[in-house]
């Protein structure tokens, strides 16, 4: 065993040896093990410990025991402090994952900041098999069964291929000193049962569970790889890429089987809940839409528009003074306003307008229902919402149209057609020209 | 919870209602819960009953009950008894795999002998959540993980949404009599240790664990029939059958992503069992093999040829005596000889020789290494091997070649070319035309 643990860094991760290092070392018998076994292949590496200050002081005395673990084998060794239960409340997690996530926060701050190429933590076997068990119960996905990734985001994980009572037992021949493992404190209870009331059950079925274990995970990794190969292949048949978003094709979705196990794999990073809504969508009529935290998925005749919810473009007024050369409204551009002698040529993003027509400031806002205009070199006047159709507006192009007002008056659809009303005429002599850049 | 299972079939399995239907009825608590819902439903049913004769007097008494049961329910019941034991030892498999076998293998008897369209068994969440811990103590590819179907091969299970206690529950409260479950006697040891010592404390942690599991579980699957959909789109572009077996293109194969994984999928039904042998196969010289029980897999050039095992086309000889006019040989078909007058029209499948030349019987024999004729229309002697290897035979048509002798030389090799020593020449009057067919 020794021997194995003793090569195991110069046999299976060369690549570590001559780059620079930092270790996740929180006192525990693994973290302990993977600090002797860097020193003893003289890897070039520092170490870093969170105190998450959930247990008081045994918190710091895991502190303390990690500083004077660095210091007896000559390394540097980065610490920090964190409020973990004030972090956990703010931002409503648990405190399990408030602690991963300041625990790996700082650990990126700290390898950008000290140029480290690598972090390395101490996860073993036991790890992964309590992991999936804690998801299984909970229920999850297929992700949550496929495990801890050995080498991920310049995340390097040595000991998953060793059991805790492995490198427990290594730890006793060397006689390293540790102290009790403090991480995953708050999922303690149920990891706990999981450790002390499952797993040894499931030991004595079958000896060879942690082998058997990492193989049946690798074959489920492998079916799952072959399920983004699949994605990776229909993706840019179903998927086009705007600049509002992304649009799916309804039609092709449905020429291929298994269509709503194809849009959760699409859609399932965008943070939707209510699946059977998305489904539902395929054949829902156009402007259906379901909503996640964070983006917005809507049915636009053959086609599903997903979209990021924009705040920012709600129900805003902006005023355009006469005077003002320059107005930047956020999510659109600049207007510039300028005086001139007479009309250059129209563009989609410029007008000329009449200055005596013009009631000052000019408003610029959303569109909304029941507005009309009437087109530029049309007769006559038009709702907002016909002109939409029949220009074939998508709904996010809809959405991110601003109109130019003066008075209740539309003189404007900005970046798309002028209104007759405010054409210039023969006898206009003060012209002003109005554009967005 | 009456009111669910009182409606559940007529809610979910209408098609049950009006077909002739065949329940497996062990005697516990499920199966009997199972048959006083078919009989409210007034459905058309008979029972069966497997007697495994695991347990002497108590397997006995679990019939006795069953035909009683089905007395007062005034149903039609089968009944079977098996030397389980026996059966187990003598097929080299587990008493667990004996008794699924002979209880499927006599439903799909009774079922076409008596006409029934489906077979109900009272298999419920708790078994699919016992078999899924099973496979993963084990060790077990991803379909060991996706549980029990509903419906499948026209066997269905009405009663996998219900967890064991609800069963009982609803069993008690109908002052139901039933046996306790004698059914996966042999794996009562694992089974029972996962339902009174694992699942209980899963169910500490999370009361609702078996509705996630259920939800875990068919993720998964439908994550799974991806990979199946995968594999559709792949096997018209990477596989091709022949007479001989299957052709696997690895030219094709080494463009796609995670080859060991599509081969995997393609060839998980074939036996095989050293995968790592499998894999190597895609860079392996050509003759390379490796063997399962049934099948063989063997790299020729850029392919790999997949063929079933043929213990009959070994080392076997056939004596072909010239008054035989009708010889039939196993895999290859018949000969025919006839004495003519002249020469016809040669083809592949027929020869002229004089029978001056022939030395009886003639031998049909497979090739082996050193073979050598002189091919007709040619100067001089060849390797059979060279032979082959000009007309670009692949392996398995090589081990399909069979030769026609005359004592030590090559008359023919069937299907393929006449030896020029063999040649009917202008004084020949005796004309023997041999054919195969």
Redesign the interface.
Known sequence: MEKTFKNLIKADYPYLCGSKLLLAVSGGVDSVVLAHLCKLAKLDFSMAHCNFNLRGDESDGDEKFVVDLADSLEVDVYTESFDTLNFAENHGVSVQMAARDLRYEWFSELSSSAQFEYTLTAHHANDNLETF?IN???????E??TGIKNERDNIVRPLLGFSRSEIESFAREKKYKWREDSSNASDKY?RN??RH??IP??E???P??L???A??QQ??Q??????E???S?LYPKLVEKDKYGYTLDIEFLKK???Q???L??LLKSFGFTEWDDVYDLIDAQTGKMVLSDTHRLIKDRKKLLLTEHNEKIGNKEYHLEKEEDLVMIPGMGSFHISEVEKMGQTSPSCIYVPERKLKFPLVIRKWKKGDFFYPFGMKGKKKLSDFFKDEKFSLPEKEHTWILCSGDEIVWIINHRADNRFAVEKSDSKILKICIT
């Open positions: 068990l299984l119960i909970r229920g999850t996905g297929p949550g069964l149920m049962k999981i009331q499952i059950v499931m004595e079925i079958n060879q569970l082998d058997s274990f193989k049946t074959h489920l492998e079916s799952l790889d072959l399920v190969d699949y994605m292949l291929v089987p298994n709503k196990q194809i959760y794999q």
